[in-house]
């Protein structure tokens, strides 16, 4: 069982909260306010405040305050770019490396995304797409590729959470099918389907987000 000290729980909360769009980005946040809603003293609040600050999480100005993280659409744009290059290789990778077990996780993956799609638990869903993209990446064994990915996959997750706040119900059953279509590609080890399945999730993506 993992036993986390105060400052790594408090972290964790309040990263997952920031990751969900729990408060509104760009607003800003107190430290007392904070410690009292997840019921915890200022010390580790603050520490955890203080690393997410540095992970550009939280905007720290001094002698105005603490602010949330405001993804800019041109922030966006270039971490999508970025990840569409990535993803691409880590798809080419896959392809050529992937045993049953594996194909096995990734559709059990997209089980519960569709379970979860069957709740309307939209959280959940964002959770599992990023899953979903982070195991593909695994699977490539590319240790610097897999690392790229995962410091960029904490503001896709913020990114989702923004492309997806108006029409989740349909903008999850698309993620689904794009997703789906994505594995089908990996089964039959069809590179070129898999390298466009890829593009054209991205390519949602961007249009939800009114990207061009």
Same mark, same amino acid.
């Given at each position: 069982?993992?036993?986390?000290?105060?400052?790594?729980?408090?972290?964790?909360?309040?990263?997952?909260?920031?990751? !969900?769009?729990?408060?509104?980005?760009?607003?800003?946040? *107190?430290?007392?306010?904070?410690?009292?809603?997840?019921?915890?003293?200022?010390?580790?609040?603050? @520490?955890?405040?203080?690393?997410?600050?540095?992970?550009?999480?939280?905007?720290?100005?001094?002698?105005?305050?603490?602010?949330?993280?405001?993804?800019?659409?041109?922030?966006?744009?270039?971490?999508?770019?970025?990840?569409?290059?990535?993803?691409?290789?880590? +798809? @080419?990778?896959?392809? *050529? &490396?992937?045993?049953?077990?594996?194909?096995?996780?990734?559709? #059990?993956?997209?089980?519960?995304?569709?379970?979860?799609? #069957?709740?309307? !638990?939209?959280?959940?869903? !964002?959770?599992?797409?990023?899953?979903?993209?982070?195991?593909?990446? /695994?699977?490539? !064994?590319?240790? &610097?590729?897999?690392?790229?990915?995962?410091? +960029?996959?904490?503001?896709?997750?913020?990114? *989702?959470?923004?492309? /997806? /706040?108006?029409?989740?119900?349909?903008?999850?059953?698309?993620?689904?099918?794009?997703?789906?279509?994505?594995?089908?590609?990996?089964?039959?080890?069809?590179?070129?389907?898999?390298?466009?399945?890829? *593009?054209?999730?991205?390519?949602?993506?961007?249009?939800?987000?009114?990207?061009?």
């Amino acid at each position: 069982m993992e036993h986390l000290s105060l400052k790594e729980s408090a972290y964790k909360i309040i990263k997952e909260k920031l990751l !969900n769009l729990e408060f509104e980005p760009g607003s800003r946040v *107190r430290e007392d306010l904070l410690a009292q809603e997840i019921s915890m003293s200022r010390t580790p609040v603050r @520490e955890a405040v203080n690393q997410l600050s540095a992970e550009g999480f939280l905007n720290n100005i001094p002698r105005k305050g603490i602010f949330v993280m405001q993804l800019t659409t041109k922030e966006i744009s270039d971490f999508l770019d970025i990840r569409e290059a990535l993803e691409t290789l880590a +798809i @080419e990778n896959c392809i *050529r &490396k992937i045993n049953e077990e594996q194909l096995a996780l990734l559709g #059990s993956i997209l089980a519960d995304f569709e379970e979860a799609l #069957s709740k309307d !638990n939209f959280k959940k869903c !964002n959770q599992l797409d990023s899953k979903f993209h982070l195991e593909i990446a /695994k699977v490539s !064994n590319n240790k &610097k590729l897999i690392e790229f990915l995962g410091e +960029i996959e904490d503001f896709m997750h913020i990114a *989702r959470a923004i492309e /997806k /706040k108006l029409q989740p119900k349909a903008k999850n059953e698309l993620t689904l099918k794009e997703h789906k279509a994505i594995l089908k590609a990996v089964r039959n080890m069809d590179v070129e389907k898999a390298r466009k399945a890829i *593009r054209a999730n991205i390519k949602t993506m961007k249009e939800n987000l009114g990207i061009y």
